[in-house]
Every structure is written in structure tokens, then in C-alpha cells.
């Protein structure tokens, strides 16, 4: 840690600080220059304390040196973390594609989707049972309903199922009826559910929030680990900007930058992303190139009777379609559809 | 509502649109022009249901009429929302001052808080018992015992507490100990604390999230007013953008906006927005001479010893300056202080 | 055009505004509904005169139907623009890779830098002789000296140049010594020198604005084809969000939709988006994948000792590798490299 | 300036930094802390040379201590900048109103402008001739016989002159017509623009970039002091953001920075900023608090008849209703007007 003192500091002022640094452990090493003071700080510093000399008068600024995700980090594990659930991996260097409608809306429908899923090969099946809706007055899931139709159509079809869960209450229940829990990106800084997700054995699929940052991100996967559960698989899903082109900007760079940071699988979710199903390949095919881990898309049997983002949901022979596009993609990278 | 189609959309294309309209009800009145076919459609649309519309893959757009907002909306409420709490009441023209330390941290620090609040004619003290924190490994508050703590505060010291819920599970031991529940710029789309936060009976303060537009606020608002509590007050406490210099940029514009939309009380956060003690002043006047309802500001017996944002937190004397200061703004808009 | 009025705007507001409309031609047709009055507009509104009604009082919103381009518009244009130089052809479904140092710095260095790219198989080389530099004591090219050397370069090794002009003035000049011209990002909207980039006849390589929207990009082209001159290559790269974790935001979501939107080549710079070398590979890849037309990527033959943006710059052993990973994404999207 | 090695860098790699730093004449201080080492660097780096050394592979990061820049530095000249123009004196305390229609269109339009602004006290009028418009088909101002007309009204009623210019060709003769001249938002970093308004003797007005950080603003402005002319206003006018209610969001807390850090005056364009009258007046009362030294606004003789930006063109009335209002807040902050 660096502080940056203002100019014109008085002696007795840099003292004060200096003690402060001691109080707390740390060892203060003051280098003058010829407009700033600077104390070059020796210590460990992964949690927030470095932020408290922000408040003495004289401190300009605080740099960190340390990042400050631990667990999260290539640095202090530098072994990737492979995911298996029952038959599949992610992780491990194939590319997974995760597909489904974006809501459980009634039996034949998730059991439609399950079939359609599973014949274009797709082994895990994404349905959301709780729907975070902007409007009250939207439709809002069907809760523990359609939590128990998922797992009858996983179990019906063969294939795996993944949800969101949005309430913390709902937790535990939800990890009885899914093989994997997803954190939506209004959720990811919500940290008491980072916490109870902490403490299921199933893998979490963690999406980043709309303006979170790449560190921010991090962070919150440390608080699922640091509660327990290393089965984390980050998801990128397009932040908010000024273009209103495209529902948000999918920021495949930061898909680069984690790749470089973190042991941690990643993700790609180019339909929440675009919000329109037309991008969908293309941004599918781009994030097997970047190095993503994987895709989740949204495909819905009759997307104009979808419930919710039918805009957005691939026709089933668009699923079709992608998968033959990507594939060589996967190829091309070294990856294995 | 209306549907822009894509151009050169096929006469059996436009009236599959038609069709799927009026199997909802709707009444569509197409125009073709030029180089595009536009749909008008009468009839309500303030749920999510348009965006379905988007699913057709002829239709280029659907662009909404009326706001989605109802309940919050001064077009259907035109009567002001004044909120009273014993002898506090907010909303009615005047300008309150909400202050008070980021944390409760020990008995001692939140009576001498409380004391110092109270000698400067605050009437509401914040203070919060459960901390949203970005690290797993920083101070998360003292939980309910902080809630005690305040409570006792508060009634010794003869002020309101006002305190911050993260957890569902904390709503009604908050709501017991505190006269004012705060749902953070984190939470502020975690609907179903929001649903929870409509079923007590207390003031809630809906603070802005870092990337909410303000038709999303008033959405978040319109889902606490739906379940139940219209005691809600909005809070503008800085938006994610591009700039560093300071923590959030402080959107004063929002605050303008929000009094022309709605009968709503809405105060300003001047302490997060900057995340600088320096800035708070300035900030705070500015908040009052665009016409907020007033302002929510740190404020700790000794900032260099917070454990939580002590940078932003002003020192006792800064609270008394900064009344000062203020009180000849709140009399040129013709406020009371 | 549709105009929205406000709530209970009177009959004669209503009249004013129809009066307003036929003054300049529109036919309005009114609807009133519940809630609104909406005003269909029936005639040509392809400029800014749509803004103009949003002066009148009771006009709650206008909203445009058409999109305000046209010359850059795939909807007016169905037929690709394909630009040759020489034997060089970008935009007929090959994939163009520019390559070259940031800036020219010497003689020496700019023709080793020609023969690496040429042994590279690259056919185009980018370098600056005009520097836009965020601070006026950082070194600023070398003007026309540095024009002159980059035609020796480009004559001496036989390959194209390409450069940036950032003033009116040097456009002229410039066209003379290079063979493709580029409008670096932050003069997007520098008007006067878009329109004298219609003037030329070479190619205009025109980079998207750090915020601006993909309908100003296009407008900013609409304005070097209106002004005479159809060979616009449009390049992203990159825009600025919250994200500190490089130095732009990649919207290669941009490049899908540009694809569908524009006639014109798009190309992508990885290296201005990211600022940081080693995502250069992966994003070049990605580009491909998503469907651009090429890139354009910095590379110099000792970044360590480059005046500007060496750690941007590719060493010419990664320029090599790049194109060896680079050529199978190709292939996989039907691309020729 | 401080380096941060990446984590394991070679004994080797750490001299060759130390070698680099000393070709350039910096004393390189390493500490090697328990994970990463960090190099102290004494000596002067106002310039981009830090920047430099990013290029190097073993680099992750470079943090600056010194700001970029100096001459528009509150630190290195604490004396206020004071601008007189004839009787009139902007950045001495007073708070100064520049207001004018947003376009010369006629030689009676802007007569009668004039006569509306010297009527309500204004002393300084702006009004553009050269017109940045996004679309090449919407209107694009006056040109020189704009200056002219806008000269003559200046002289006819007594009122001094402000305008924009766009193209580097044009200063010399907008500087012969005009009192005060105005860099737009769009050309913020037009830096060959930006040296010649250095060489020029009127005062200049220097909007903020759209997507410009404070930082960058003043970097901009040392760019016009360091060319010669250190008469430079500083204007506010709202930056890019997510939100869309608006035009652009108003950015007060850099006022407040700015403030603090330069002793150049700021100004605030709330016109341009909202692009809409009735957040106008608000948004002028929250930049007279916060502690801007002025304001211009557009005010149009009749706003539903401008050729540009009617919508966000106050009524001379509300000129009128505005000048009341903002008076008793000037009177608060201790600023006359």
C-alpha cells in the first residue's frame, strides 16, 4: 500500500500518520519528494482497512499494491478448478453450452425444451422458476412450482438443470431441485445471498451486475468461496453504457482479463446481453474465440409464446444452427464442443 | 403503445401481428408508410407486456406510450406524499437533514453520535447495523446487536434512528428496533426485499443503484408502494460513470426529474455520491437549491477512527457548518431547516 | 415521426401542434387515447427537423421512425462497399489485417517496421505522423517529415500506408503521401474534417468516438459520403464505460449490429480498446469470429523504445503468432486471410 | 511515479527496469515486499514518459504521484484567474449569466435576442454561427455572415459577444468578430484547435467532452494556456452516462473538484446538459450553490421557431423568471450578481 500525502504537508502531520500506519501493524516508510510526500506502506493489506487513512485530512490518496481477492485469484492458485456434475465438466478446457427457455412456464413447455435441448446435444438446460421483473405487475415465475417441473423435466429427458434463485429463503430448496444455482447480475452484490450460496455443495453460475467491475466481480466470487463453496463459474452478460443499440455491451475483454486472473471457469450469456435473438450467434462465436469456457443461451420452443425475453430466445433450429457455427470456432481454439 | 415493423414486412407478416394483438386484447390501427409499417395500438399497457411484441421477428421496435409506473407517478397521484414520524415530517416543503455515523459500532460511539446529531437539530439519526461491504473480509457491522444499540440510542438521546436491511430475514427485527428502514443502492433491485419492505408499516428510504435509470427506480419504488407500504422516499446517492475523480457522480439532474414525475419525497446522499468529507458541503447546497426534500449525510464523533468510510464522513464541527451554510439556500427556495 | 403530448393537453394545443406539422409539410394524423394524445406524422423525416416540435410545450416526446442515415445505410444501399487499393480489397468477405507501429519515429525504424509486416504477410501499414496527445508536453509526431518517411517506407518495401490527419489543414497534404487516411476517434464529430475527408479520393479509415453511439458513427459517416467520398471503413475500438480494468470496452457487439445495419467494411483495433498487448490475440480473434472485416493492430519492432503506446504494441514475434492463431478463425467463419 | 512489478519477476528483469529508468534520468528506489516488488521512482514526470514504461513485459502497473498538469494547477499557480472583458470581470466572485439563442439566424432574430438579454442584465450574449450537428442535413449555421450579424447586434444594443468555432481556418476571423470564443464538447480534444485559440487574445470558453474526465478537461485547457492564452473558462455541460431521461447528466461534483483544483472560473451550461427548458432553471439554482462562477443558457425570442435546440430554449420570460430565482442563492454563497 502507497499513501500519497497532500503538498505541503506539515512534519508533524506525516508523524501522525506514521503512527496511525503503527497502531495497525504496518510499517511506514516515507520517501519526500520534491511536491509530494509518499509513504511506501510494508504489510499485508488484502482487506478494505486501506481505505480508513483516506479519512486523515493530509492523505491525498491511497493506492493499493495488492489485488484484493485471495481465493479467487490465479496468483495464489494457480491450478484452473474443474466443475463435474454427474458426466459433465467445465472448466477443463471444453466449451459448454448451457440452453433453455428463460423461464419454467408450464410442463409441456419445460418438457418440450428438455427434448429439444438434449437433441442438439445441449447437457445442461438453463430455467429460471423466480423471475427478477422490473414491473410488479409482470409475471414473477412460478416459484416452487416450477422449481419441481425443472427437476421432473431434467429427470424425464435426462439432462441437468439450472435456475436462479433470488430470495435467500429459497435457497436451500432450490438446491434440492436444481443440479446448478445461478446468481442473477441484480443479485451479485447482494452478499447475503453470496453467503447462503456459500454453503450448498451444487456448482454457482455467479453473473456479473450491470456496472460491476472486473474487481467487484472477483469480489463477489470470494464471498461464495470464502463461505464455503469453490464451485464457482463466473458469467459475463454485457454492462450498462450509453449505447441503447443493444440491451447492454457485452464486454468480452473482461472474459480475456479474467481468463489471465482467475482459476475460475467463465462463461459467455450473449442473449441477455443483446437482447435480441439476431446477435446471439455471433456473439456466441466470439466468445469461443476470446476463450470463453462456455456459453448460456436462451432457446425457446415457441419464442412468441415465451413468458418473458421471447425477443431474445433462439427458434429451436437457430440452436441447431449455432451449434454447427460454433463449432469449428471450438476447433479452431483447441476446444472441445 | 406502437410497433414499428421492419421494412418491407409482408402483408401476411402484418397481420400475424394484428392477430397476436388482438389475442391480447389490444386494438391494432396499422399505418403503412413510406418506408415503414406502423402498427398503433389502443388499449392499457403498463405491465412488461409490449416487450413480448419483440419476440415477432418482423417487428423492428416497440416503443411505449405511457410511463410503466403508476402508483408512484404524480400523473395519477397528484398529491404530494408527506411522511410523518412523531413530530418529523418529510415531504410537506420543508428540508430535513438525515445524519448520523456510516456504523454503529460500539455504545459509546453511537450515543455520543446521537448527542452530537441532536445538538445540531438533526431529528433523524442513520446509522447502519448491517454493512453491504465489497470484501468478504471487511467489517460486516454488529448485526442485530448494532440494531439494539440504536434503538438505545435513540431513546436516551431523544432522536429517530434511521438503519440500512440487506437480508430479508431482517425485516421485521429492523423494522422493530429502527423508525426508518433504508433498502441500499445494492439492493435496490433485489425485489424481493423490496416486496418485504411493502408489508411493514415504518418509512423506507429506496436509495438509487449505482446504474438505475430513473425510470428503474421508480419501478423499485412502484414494487414497495404495490406490496403495501406507501411511505417511501427516494434517495439519489450517485451514479456509475466513466469519471474517477470522485467515488459516484452525483446526478442532481435525477433529482429535478424526480419532482416533476412524482409525488414522492426525495432527498440526496452527498456522502456516498463524493466519497470525499471535502465535497459534502457544496453538494449538500446544491441538493437544496435544486429542490430536494433534503439530504442524508455522514457524520462520526471521530472519522479517523470509523470503521467504515471515514473518508466521507464529516467531522462535528463540518455538520454545524454545513447547517449553516445551507439554512440561506433552504431560504431562497423557500424552504424551512 | 410520432409526437406524444402530455396528459390533458388542451383541443387548441393540439390544433397548434397540427398547424405546426402542416407548416412544414407533414400530414399529422391524431390519436387520443386514454391516457395521451399521439400524433402520427406521415412524410419525410430523415434530418433533425423532428427535434424541433419537442420545443413546443405540450409535446411530452417525438419519436423518429426512420433512422436519420441513409447513404450509410444497408436499407438504402443493399450492395457491400468494397474498397480496393491496388491489389488489396477490403470489404468483398476477406479478412484485412493493418498492422504497424504507433507512430512514425524515425527513418530507420519505420522501414524496419515495413519489412516486418511484410514479411508478416501484412499488405497495409498503419503509423501516425500526427499525434493526438492528451498532453501538450508528450511528443507530438513529426508532421509532414514524418508523412514523407512513411511513403519511403511504404515505396521502399512495397506496401500500402495508411495515417492519421487531425487537422484540416494537413488533409490535403497527407492524401498525397498516403493511401489510406484514418479519423482517429477523438475527432469523430470534428465535422469541418469529415467533410474534407469527402473531398479526397483515398480511403478513410473512420474510428468510432470513445462515446459515441453506433447511430452517430454512422452519422459521421453519412457525413464523408454526403461530402463525396464512399470509401469508409468504419472501426471500433473501443468504448469508454466504468471498467478501470483496461483502457476501453471492446463493443464487438457493435460490430454485429454494424454488420447488419451498414453496406460499409468494419474493422476492429484491439489495441487502442485494451492498451495492454497481450489482449491483443484474443480480441483479434474474437473480432474475426463476430464478423469483422479485419483489424487494425499496433506492432513495432522494439515496443520497449516506442514513443508512444508501446505497451500496446506487439512485439513482431506475437504480429506472427497472431496471424498463425488468427488464420484457423478465418476459416471457420468462411473469411479469406 | 511508483512501477509495481508483477508478481515473481526475475533479479534481471528488476535491473533491467532500474537500467531503463536510469537511461532517462530517473533514481529508481526498489522495495521487495512479500509479494510484489515496487519501485519508488524520484524525479520529475509531468509528461507522458510514465507511460513508457507499461511497455515493459515485467511491468503491471505505473502509478503517477504528480498531476498531469500544472499551468492550470491550483497548486503551482494559487492565484484565482480573473477575466475582464470591457466592464465586465468573470472568476472574481461575482456569478456571471451568458445567455443568447442558440444560433444566429437572422440579422432580426439576433437583434431582438440582444435586446431581450441586455433587457434582463445580461451583459454577455452567446449565439452560434459555425453549428457542430450531428446530421450533415440539419442546419449548419450562418457561417461568417453569422460572426458579422452577431457583431452587429453586439454593437447595436451594447452587449458583449460569445460564439463557437469549429474549424482551425476560422479563428482568426471569429476572433476579430466575437468578444469570447467557445471550444465545443466535440472538439474538447481537437488539439490543433485548441493551439490556435492559444494564439489568440480573447478570452476562451472550453466545454467539457462528453465523455471527458476532469482530468483530461484540464489537461485540455493547459493545452490552451500552453499555446499563449491563459484567459480560459472552464464550462460544465453534462457527460455520458447510462441514463437516458435526460440529454446528458450534469456533472456538479466536478464543478466542486474543479474548484478546489484549478484557479481557472467554471461555468455551467444546464441548456445543453437537460436539452430541456424546465429542468433549466433548477439546474442554474444547483450551479450557483455548488460554486460555479456563472452560467449560460440558451434563450430564444421565440423558442418554437429556433432552427436548433427550441426544446431547450427558455422563453424571455423565464430569462426573466430565472435571473429572480438564482439571485437570493447567489446572495447565500456570498456571490453577486
Redesign the interface.
Known amino acids: 500500500m502507497?499513501i500519497?500525502l497532500k503538498?505541503n504537508t506539515k512534519k508533524e502531520d506525516i508523524e501522525h500518520v506514521k503512527e496511525?500506519l503503527k497502531e495497525k501493524d504496518f510499517k511506514p516508510?516515507p520517501?519526500e519528494?520534491?511536491?509530494?510526500t509518499?509513504i511506501?506502506v510494508?504489510g499485508?493489506v488484502?482487506?478494505?482497512?486501506p481505505?480508513?487513512f483516506?479519512?486523515?485530512d493530509c492523505v491525498e490518496n491511497v493506492?493499493r499494491?495488492?489485488k484484493?481477492y485471495k481465493l479467487a485469484s490465479k496468483?495464489h492458485h494457480s491450478q484452473k478448478t474443474i466443475i463435474k456434475i454427474g458426466d459433465v465438466v467445465i472448466g477443463n478446457g471444453d466449451f459448454t453450452v448451457i440452453a433453455g427457455p428463460d423461464s419454467v412456464e408450464t410442463e409441456e413447455q419445460i418438457i418440450e425444451s428438455a427434448k429439444i435441448m438434449k437433441a442438439n446435444g445441449v447437457k445442461i438446460m438453463r430455467a429460471s422458476a423466480f423471475k427478477?421483473?422490473?414491473?410488479?405487475?409482470?409475471?414473477q415465475g412460478l416459484g416452487i412450482e416450477g422449481l419441481k417441473l425443472l427437476r421432473k423435466a431434467g429427470d424425464e429427458v435426462g439432462i441437468l438443470v439450472e435456475t436462479e434463485v433470488?430470495?435467500?429463503?429459497d435457497v436451500p430448496i432450490a438446491a434440492e431441485y436444481a443440479d446448478i444455482l445461478r446468481v442473477g447480475a441484480?443479485?451479485m452484490?447482494?452478499?447475503?445471498l453470496l453467503k447462503e450460496m456459500g454453503k450448498v455443495k451444487c456448482p454457482i453460475i455467479l453473473k456479473r451486475g450491470?456496472?460491476a467491475?472486473?474487481?467487484?466481480f472477483l469480489?463477489a466470487a470470494?464471498?461464495i468461496i470464502?463461505?464455503g463453496n469453490r464451485n464457482v463459474i463466473l458469467c459475463e452478460r454485457?454492462?450498462?453504457?450509453?449505447?441503447?443499440?443493444?440491451r447492454n455491451?457485452?464486454?468480452?475483454?473482461?472474459?480475456?482479463?479474467l481468463?489471465?486472473e482467475t482459476h475460475l471457469p467463465v462463461i459467455v450469456d450473449p442473449s441477455h446481453?443483446?437482447g435480441k435473438r439476431?446477435?446471439v450467434i455471433?456473439?456466441s462465436?466470439?466468445?469461443?474465440?476470446?476463450?470463453a469456457d462456455g456459453i448460456i443461451v436462451e432457446v425457446h420452443p415457441e419464442?412468441?409464446k415465451?413468458?418473458?425475453?421471447?425477443?431474445q430466445?433462439l427458434y429451436p433450429e437457430q440452436l441447431t444452427q449455432l451449434i454447427k457455427e460454433i463449432k469449428?470456432?471450438c476447433?479452431?481454439?483447441g476446444r472441445k464442443l
Chains 1, 2, 3, 4 share one sequence.
Open positions: 502507497i500519497v503538498p496511525k516508510m520517501f519528494g520534491d511536491e509530494r509518499v511506501h510494508i499485508d488484502r482487506d478494505d482497512s481505505d480508513e483516506k479519512s486523515i493506492i499494491i495488492l484484493p496468483e427478477p421483473r422490473t414491473s410488479p405487475y409482470s409475471f433470488m430470495d435467500v429463503r441484480r443479485n452484490q447482494n452478499f447475503d450491470m456496472s467491475t472486473i474487481k467487484e469480489m470470494e464471498y470464502a463461505s454485457g454492462i450498462r453504457t450509453f449505447e441503447t443499440a443493444y455491451t457485452l464486454d468480452l475483454e473482461a472474459v480475456a482479463i481468463k489471465q446481453a443483446s439476431e446477435l455471433p456473439l462465436k466470439a466468445s469461443a474465440a476470446v476463450g419464442p412468441e415465451a413468458l418473458c425475453d421471447g425477443a430466445s469449428p470456432i476447433k479452431a481454439v
